[in-house]
């Protein structure tokens, strides 16, 4: 499972989750939102609660996807662009290199304001002082920063 928050006009934020659980979720939009932010949400039982340090409102996908203000379409953008690129590019993704393909389709997007040489730029800057390894590109370990 995938959650991924947005602001509106700005970046997302995607990581895989365990689980769909109240805690689980709940906790990242926690950890990732200011209190007092408007939060939109389709109707998952796991998003009730949020209203306690936030401005919550839900939509029912069942009846509506727009209500005023109230609606996901920017998150379900990301999620379009994302399925098509597991589908349509790279076929068959392992779920071990989920968060990885997950990552990479998260910079693209956030980036996707910038011209080619912004997004050089961005990629870049990021770089600098990071070395991957095979072993640990295929073993899972984390990236060693050099400084």
Request: proline share 2%; aromatic share 8%; glycine share 10%.
């Amino acid at each position: 499972m995938v959650q991924g928050i947005i602001e509106r006009g700005g970046e997302v934020k995607a990581k895989v989750v365990p689980n769909q659980k109240r805690g689980t979720l709940q906790r990242i939009i926690r950890e990732n939102v200011d209190p007092g932010s408007a939060v939109y949400t389709d109707t998952l039982s796991s998003y009730v609660g949020l209203h306690d340090s936030y401005v919550h409102k839900m939509i029912d996908h069942a009846i509506e996807y727009v209500r005023g203000e109230v609606h996901t379409n920017c998150m379900e953008n990301f999620w379009s662009l994302l399925k098509r690129s597991l589908a349509g590019t790279y076929v068959a993704v392992a779920p071990d290199h989920l968060d990885a393909y997950l990552d990479e389709q998260v910079e693209r997007f956030n980036a996707r304001k910038l011209d080619d040489g912004g997004r050089f730029q961005r990629v870049m800057g990021r770089v600098l002082g990071c070395r991957l390894t095979w072993s640990q590109l295929v073993g899972g370990a984390q990236l060693t920063h050099i400084y």
